[in-house]
């Protein structure tokens, strides 16, 4: 793919900061919704240690996520060396560093896809390497997550994926026609709602995969190189979409190793080489 964005492509990001208007409710949510449960409430309560910090970054959001001493080996070799990250409530953080680096084992350290095997991760004062794995779905709902090759089903179409997410959820019939309208509405996808994954493009596929992640109603959306398969102009789409998402209070990490996106967003990154952070920008730009 090529790697220069076009000026066109910073200042339309610079406009959709300005275009958005900041919404109240979070995404997707209604009065007759059913009440979102707080980040909190994921799973009963865990006899780890709350996380003590009252941290708070430069706009006053207090500490999220945090990950504390966190080391993850895969066969002896440390891939994530002792890492100590801090992450605000509803920023938008961009993790860059070259291919290898141990950016998507964080993540799924995150998601508990993957359990270091030292250290602790907090997420709203809970430790979560100590959930029970009974307690993963829940605490996965809470997270949303997309990926470079969207990982959408192929034989569901554009609804039929999105609601899925909400039928395993056992949400009411009636509530998920209305999530999933919503949500399709907000990635621009409502009109094709009736095709198939493989009848669309790959920033239309992304969008989708990106409707889905966000039904229900994360505070925390994670999207790990989400523009590695797509042209610039799709690439632009996405970011913006992002960014418009974030606006909205949810916090986005985005994973990648574009340049430029980083350099035009103009948000904070966090720089990781061999499993180790070795920078962190408020407003930062690309170093590696
Ligand atoms: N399941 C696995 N088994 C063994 N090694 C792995 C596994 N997953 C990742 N790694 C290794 O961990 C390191 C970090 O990988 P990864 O987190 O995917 O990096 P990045 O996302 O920054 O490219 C790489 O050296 C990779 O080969
Ligand atoms: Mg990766």
New binding site residues.
Partial sequence: MPKRATPASTESITKTSRAIKLKKQPLGAAPDAEPSEPLETAGPEVKSTKSTTTETDSAGRPVLVEFRNVTKR??ARA?LNKVDLKLFKGEFLSLV?P???????LIKCLTLQERPEEGQIFVAGRDITQLHPGDLPLYRRKIGVVFQDFKLLPTRTVWENVAFALEVAGVSNREIQRRVGVMLETVGMLSKRGQFPSQLSGGEQQRVAIARALVHDPKILIADEPTGNLDPVNTWEIIELLYKINQTGTMVIL?THDREIVDALKKRVVT?REGVVVADQVQGTYLV
């Fill in positions: 895969y066969d891939v560093g291919s290898g680096a141990g950016k998507s084992t994973a990781m």
